[in-house]
């Protein structure tokens, strides 16, 4: 069987992702959405890592041979414990394409086998990004064409949620 991951932070999970995991579930007979924590990032999460594999759940019902799964650490040793071979990024521009060769080369150099596998984004979210999307919501744009229904409730809902604690604070 054919396994792979898509690991990401999906915070939120967009139409791009979307359009990558339902690419790479046409390719690999199983595809794990890995949600991972990315301490390296500076970036304030809006959602729970819960929250996040429970959005993505419901976006990727469509897919019946996609899953969700959580991991902290490294994706390597994730693959390892779910015996998964393959890894799947999108790449959105060259500058993509710079760091995921540095990533997929450190993968296959702590777990030999372990491949990559870059997937070119559809051309209608080249631009697409989980922060441009936050950012973008945050001051009031309309990111509707550009998350699930279920996704953009969530995002406004918690948005306000912020907004109200923020000026009660």
Do not use: W
């Amino acid at each position: 069987m054919r396994r792979a991951v898509c690991p990401g932070s999906f915070d939120p999970v967009t139409n791009g992702h979307l359009d990558i995991i339902g690419r790479a579930s046409m390719l690999f007979d199983e595809v794990v959405v890995g949600v991972g924590v990315n301490k390296s990032k500076s970036q304030v999460r809006l959602f729970t890592a819960d929250e996040r594999m429970d959005m993505l759940r419901e976006v990727c019902a469509d897919f019946p041979n996609v899953s969700v799964a959580g991991f902290e650490g490294l994706l390597t040793s994730f693959c390892q414990a779910n015996d998964i071979h393959s890894i799947v990024k999108g790449l959105r521009a060259v500058s993509d394409f710079d760091y995921e060769l540095q990533m997929a080369q450190m993968n296959s150099s702590l777990v030999p086998g372990l491949e990559t596998v870059f997937v070119p984004t559809s051309p209608e979210y080249s631009f697409l990004a989980s922060s441009l999307v936050k950012e973008v919501a945050m001051f009031g744009g309309d990111v509707s064409a550009l998350v699930p229904p279920l996704v953009l409730d969530r995002l406004t809902a918690r948005l306000a949620e912020r907004a109200r604690e923020e000026g009660t604070s």
